[in-house]
Nanobody
Framework: QVQLVESGGGLVQAGGSLRLSCAAS????????MGWFRQAPGKEREFVAA????????YYADSVKGRFTISRDNAKNTVYLRMNTLKPEDTAMYSC?????????WGQGTQVTVSS
């Protein structure tokens, strides 16, 4: 059974930093693309960042480029999202996603709130 468990969210002041973690279990993820998405109240879920587990290619939404960094730890089966220079508009529920072809899995999410 695939499980994605996020952690690391919280309340931070504008300009601050947080690191989110996504611990993956239940299968081998070497062929998967791991991603972070976010959804703010009243808005649609949007893509934030992604990383190919094999090879490590990374992709970012324009709104977070230069501020957020996605990475993975193969030994721990964990994907991270380092978020720097946070802005109030980054406030959202952040969810981890694992995707391979038509297979898609989601975690429960972790709340990030950035105060101005």
């Amino acid at each position: 059974q695939v499980q994605l468990v996020e952690s690391g969210g919280g309340l931070v002041q504008a300009g601050g930093s947080l690191r989110l973690s996504c611990a993956a279990s239940g299968r081998t993820f070497s062929s998967y693309t791991m991603g972070w998405f976010r959804q703010a109240p009243g808005k649609e879920r949007e893509f934030v960042a992604a990383i190919r587990w094999s090879g490590g290619s990374t992709y970012y939404a324009d709104s977070v480029k230069g501020r957020f960094t996605i990475s993975r730890d193969n030994a721990k089966n964990t994907v991270y999202l380092r978020m720097n220079t946070l802005k109030p508009e980054d406030t959202a529920m952040y969810s981890c996603n694992a995707q391979y072809n038509f297979l898609k899995y989601w975690g429960q999410g972790t709340q990030v709130t950035v105060s101005s």
